[in-house]
C-alpha cells in the first residue's frame, strides 16, 4: 500500500526555474529516497536521505527530510527541459522488511 | 554499475496467453528482486518479492497463481502472468538489491529495469 503522498501531483514551469516537490509519510522510517521515472521507463536513484538526516545535496538535487513532520522536499534548481519526468519519493522501514513503498509522485514539466 | 535488464520491454498478445517476464542483474548479484504493476499516471504498486533459492513473498490482493515468480539464480527473477487477460495489461518493473552491498542494512537503493509494457487485446 501506499505510504507515501506527494504533492503537487503534475508541476509546469519554465527553464531554469526551481521546481519543488513534497512528500509525507506516515510510519518510522530508516530511510526516504527519490526516484525519477521518464515516461514508459524504470526507476533511477535519485538521492537517499537517512533518517537522522536532515538534508542532502546532489548536483542539482536538494533533499529535506523531517522526521518530526514526517515529510520531505525535493528541489531541482535551474531546471532543464531534460527534468521533465515523474518524480517519485519512497519510504524504506526496517518494519516493513526494508522493502520501499512509494509515494503517489509528482509528474513535472520543465518548458523551454 | 548496477544495472538491471528487463526483458521484454513490450507485450502484445490474445487473451489467455501467458506471459514470461525476465529481469536479470547484468553487473551485480541479486539475492532479492522486486516486482510491482503500475497502471498510466500512477505510482508503483509492490507485487512480490523474489528470493533467490526459496518461495516469493507475494503482497496482500495479489494472486500468486496468476502471478509466478522463479528466482533460480542470483542475477535472474521471472515473473509469469498465467492466462492472460484484458484486465492484467499494465506496466511490470523489477528491481533489484545488490548482495554485495557494504553500506548499512536496509540504507541501500534499488536497482530498476525498464518496465515490461503487457497489452491483453
Known amino acids: 500500500s501506499q505510504q507515501g503522498e506527494e504533492d503537487p501531483q503534475a508541476l509546469s514551469i519554465q527553464e531554469g526555474e526551481n521546481a519543488t516537490m513534497n512528500c509525507s509519510y506516515k510510519t518510522s522510517i530508516n530511510n526516504l529516497q527519490w526516484y525519477r521515472q521518464n515516461s514508459g521507463r524504470g526507476l533511477v536513484h535519485l538521492i537517499l536521505?537517512?533518517?537522522?538526516?536532515r538534508e542532502k545535496h546532489s548536483g542539482r538535487l536538494r533533499v529535506t527530510l523531517d522526521t518530526s513532520k514526517k515529510s520531505s522536499s525535493l528541489l531541482i534548481t535551474a531546471s532543464r527541459a531534460a527534468d521533465t519526468a515523474s518524480y517519485f519519493c519512497a519510504t524504506g522501514a526496517k518494519a516493513a522488511g526494508n522493502k520501499l513503498t512509494f509515494g503517489g509522485g509528482t509528474r513535472v514539466l520543465v518548458k523551454p | 554499475g548496477a544495472v538491471v535488464s528487463q526483458h521484454p520491454s513490450w507485450v502484445i498478445c490474445k487473451s489467455g496467453t501467458s506471459v514470461k517476464i525476465e529481469c536479470r542483474s547484468l553487473d551485480f548479484q541479486a539475492t532479492t528482486m522486486f516486482w510491482y504493476r503500475q497502471f498510466p499516471k500512477q505510482s508503483l504498486m509492490l507485487m512480490a518479492t523474489?528470493?533467490?533459492?526459496?518461495?516469493?513473498?507475494?503482497e496482500q490482493g495479489v494472486e500468486k497463481d496468476k502471478f509466478l515468480i522463479n528466482h533460480a539464480s542470483l542475477t535472474l527473477s521471472t515473473l509469469t502472468v498465467t492466462s492472460a487477460h484484458p484486465e492484467d495489461s499494465s506496466f511490470y518493473i523489477c528491481s533489484a538489491r545488490d548482495f554485495g552491498w557494504t553500506g548499512p542494512g536496509g540504507n541501500q537503493p534499488q536497482h530498476f529495469g525498464d518496465g515490461t509494457r503487457l497489452s491483453i487485446l
Open positions: 523474489s528470493n533467490e533459492g526459496s518461495k516469493a513473498t507475494y
Open positions: 536521505i537517512r533518517s537522522n538526516e
